[in-house]
């Protein structure tokens, strides 16, 4: 069984992807990167003031717990003491990329007099940065107050901003001081100021960094390049498929066309075949009766003549049946040629034909007659070589506006007769009704 991939089942695919794709970034792990985990020493990471010289003093209370204790006693104002977690090997151009990283967990303890604990990240920017001097790579910090950091805390990676004393140091064009965390080379956590005097004691319990492994922009972006692609696949589908079956209705209609065409020549030959006498291609009776109807129909009168060939009998007697229908088509012809186009002709029946012309003229008809038996008396008529004298009788009768068309069909079938009669090769006008000419020729 075959099975259609319609819009619907497309359509279905693509929302149940969907979800997949919005429930699964909410339930992907974390990307994460534990700078120490609790109670480990993951270094590498460095004390940032380090001995006792001149007043310093810096030392470890616990290095496994990471518990540092601070005190200066020189001649300076202040001295800077802290952690710094160290993310590249030897090369310090070599950090790494924390852009993916949203937010870091920081959990602290810290007792002593400073008003901040300082969280910071330097980033080795090649455009600027030289190796010579750590501080040139582009600093970011944020400033945390004591009562932050009573307990772990989260950090947005964009609270980090890149002090002023740092863009005043280095002077450069704006584009560099703005944050970057693509080749982070240090994290660090310090006390700026530790002055004269004051004892600082800091723990680093936790530092860990969190991210998206698929930010979720990008996943919106892929949803959405993916619906646009599927809405575009779908349009295009449809439209091939629209233009298939425009085309195929296209070529059913024409053959339904052709069909149609052909059916109407067939019904047009038909019909001429079924009122034209195959003999003499004239109208038959069948046709000649069609076209008296309409005659009548339109009522504004005709004459009819009927024609009768005289002694045809003989005539198939000498030349044989196939010599009399010669005799008959020569008849038609020359009757055919003699006619006008608005004259009805056609073969009545037998060696019989019978010619309607329009209009109530007796005279015309009678004219028309006598000229139809003079061309016939005088028309070559030969079959197998042997001249054949032809003459024929003719009746001549006139159906008035509104008459009755088999009447004047009678009448003239009695004139006809009497010219028969009168000797044959005639023409008798019917006088029964009074008509617009002399009733005799
Ligand atoms: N060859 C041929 N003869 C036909 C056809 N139809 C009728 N006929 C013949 O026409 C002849 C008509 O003869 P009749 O009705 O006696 O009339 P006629 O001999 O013409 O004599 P009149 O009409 O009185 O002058 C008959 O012999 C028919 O067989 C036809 O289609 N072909």
């Not at 993310?87 to 070599?94: A, I, K, N, S």
């Not at 002077?171 to 700026?192: F, M, Q």
């Not at 439209?239 to 019904?267: F, K």
């Not at 003079?374 to 197998?384: G, L, P, V």
Request: glycine share 8%; with cysteine.
């Amino acid at each position: 069984m075959r099975h259609e991939i319609n819009n619907n089942h497309v359509v279905l695919a693509g929302i149940v992807l969907t979800l997949a794709a919005l429930v699964g970034i909410e339930l992907l792990p974390q990307r994460t990167l534990d700078l120490i985990a609790p109670g480990a020493a993951d270094g590498p990471y460095l004390i940032t003031a380090d001995g006792t010289q001149d007043g310093k003093y810096v030392r470890w209370i616990d290095e496994k717990q990471r518990r540092l204790q601070c005190r200066y006693t020189g001649t300076h104002d202040y001295m800077g003491c802290g952690l710094t977690f160290v993310l590249t090997g030897e090369d310090p151009r070599l950090g790494r990329d924390l852009s993916h990283f949203d937010t870091m967990e920081v959990d602290l303890a810290y007792t002593g007099p400073s008003p901040f604990i300082r969280l910071a990240i330097r980033d080795f920017d090649r455009r600027f940065s030289k190796v010579e001097d750590a501080n040139s790579a582009r600093f970011h910090s944020l400033n945390l107050r004591p009562r932050d950091i009573d307990g772990p805390l989260t950090v947005e990676l964009s609270e980090l901003t890149v002090p002023e004393w740092w863009i005043h140091h280095y002077d450069l064009s704006r584009e560099y001081n703005r944050p970057g965390l693509e080749n982070a080379n240090a994290v660090s956590v310090d006390i700026p100021f530790v002055k004269s005097g004051e004892d600082h004691v800091l723990q680093l319990r936790r530092l860990t960094l969190k991210g998206q492994w698929v930010s979720r922009d990008r996943v919106y972006l892929g949803i959405l390049c993916a619906w646009l692609l599927g809405a575009t696949v779908l349009v295009v589908r449809g439209w091939s498929q629209l233009s298939r079956s425009h085309h195929r209705q296209q070529r059913e209609i024409d053959a339904l066309t052709m069909r149609t065409r052909q059916l109407r020549l067939e019904q047009e030959k038909l019909m001429r075949l079924a009122t034209i006498d195959e003999l003499t291609g004239v109208l038959n009776r069948r046709g000649l009766e069609q076209a008296l109807d309409d005659y009548e129909e339109a009522a504004q009168g005709m004459t009819v003549v009927m024609l009768d060939i005289d002694h045809f009998k003989r005539v198939n007697d000498r030349l044989g049946h196939d010599g009399g229908d010669e005799v008959l088509r020569r008849v038609a012809a020359v009757v055919v040629a003699n006619l006008r186009s608005s004259d009805v002709f056609g073969r009545w029946g037998g060696e019989e034909f019978l010619i309607a012309c329009q209009g109530p003229r007796m005279r015309d008809a009678a004219r028309l007659a006598e000229k139809l038996r003079d061309r016939i008396e005088h028309s070559e008529t030969t079959s197998a070589g042997v001249r054949v004298a032809v003459t024929a009788s003719f009746g001549v009768a006139l159906a008035p506006p509104g008459g009755s068309v088999a009447d004047a069909l009678k009448r003239a079938d009695a004139a006809l007769y009497r010219a028969k009669a009168a000797g044959r090769n005639r023409v008798e006008v019917d006088r029964s009704l009074p008509s617009d000419a002399p009733t005799t020729v």
